[in-house]
């Protein structure tokens, strides 16, 4: 609502786009590993995977200071192509799609059907949408304040939540 549309929509559909292709790599790849794997195999990668686990527990907290200045300076080095407020809509919208059942049936579509198609079906409707979403929240803008779409979005999240949580499953 109070960013410009060209940079937020860039970010959003930069994201989706991502999403779309991982999720369809993950969708053909996906039969073809887990039909190869032998279940020792499988088993002893995750004992080694456990041991390299507990091993590094200890040594996180020095780390993780490392890692801070390393964040920073990346971050300092993507603001210098791209607009913070792109990458605020590439990581808001990557994340928040991250399991989504849009990104499980893109998964699944995939691993049963052409995985091309399945990306461009993907990108083509998640485009109409967000492009819709973009161009009606700044046409919103005008009409309504940022406060009550905030505070009827966490309405209806609260309201969708207790329904979700009340209904039974099937």
């Known amino acids: 609502m109070r960013h410009p549309r060209r940079l937020v929509l860039s970010g959003c559909l930069a994201a989706l786009v991502v999403m779309t292709i991982l999720s369809a790599v993950v969708g053909w790849a996906a039969p073809n590993l887990v039909s190869s794997l032998e279940a020792e195999e499988l088993a002893d990668v995750e004992a080694k995977l456990d041991a390299d686990w507990k091993a590094n527990t200890g040594t996180t907290k020095a780390v993780s200071k490392d890692d801070d200045e390393l964040k920073k300076q990346r971050r300092s080095f993507l ?11 590439f990581s808001i919208t990557f994340f928040g799609e991250w399991g989504d059942k849009s990104q499980i049936a893109t998964i699944g579509l995939a691993a049963d059907e052409n995985p091309f198609g399945v990306v461009l079906g993907g990108i083509v409707g998640q485009a109409l949408c967000t492009t819709a979403a973009v161009v009606g929240g700044k046409s919103l803008a005008s009409q309504i304040s940022e406060k009550i779409v905030a505070l009827s979005g966490g309405v209806l999240f609260i309201v969708f939540g207790i329904q979700s949580f009340l209904s039974t499953v099937e």
């Not at 603001?79 to 809509?89: E, M, R, T, Y």
Request: hydrophobic share 55%; glycine share 0%; no cysteine.
């Open 79 to 89: 603001s210098q192509f791209f607009s913070p407020i792109l990458l605020k809509a």
